[in-house]
């Protein structure tokens, strides 16, 4: 059984499913990858594990990463977005302590 919540692992869905259109296969998604030009589906969803492959170009990583590479964001605006698509608060800002 996957440790990951089901809510989130729709949610990577959802997200790439923004920019590529995806199809089950087995327990994964699959469609052409956003990352190079494909014309045979690389690209791979593992929803379970919240992360991606592109077996044509190599590219992979979580769902962080995958916001940062085809959106362009930085770490904290991918956080950001990923706080709001799941509902949850922002966080205030912490002070940092000057000395």
């Known amino acids: 059984m996957s440790s990951v919540p089901h809510e989130l692992r729709e949610l990577l869905a959802e997200i790439v499913a923004e920019d590529v259109k995806l199809r089950p296969a087995g327990s994964r998604l699959v469609g052409l990858c956003p990352f190079h030009p494909d014309r045979r589906p690389s690209f791979v969803v593992f929803p379970q594990t ?4 592109c077996f044509g170009c190599g590219a ?8 940062e590479r085809a959106r362009g964001l930085r770490f904290s605006e991918a956080v950001a977005y990923l706080r709001r698509q799941a509902g949850l608060p922002e966080r205030p800002r912490s002070r940092r302590y000057r000395r």
């Open 50 to 53: 919240l992360r991606f492959r």
């Open 60 to 67: 992979c990583g979580d769902v962080v990463d995958y916001l």
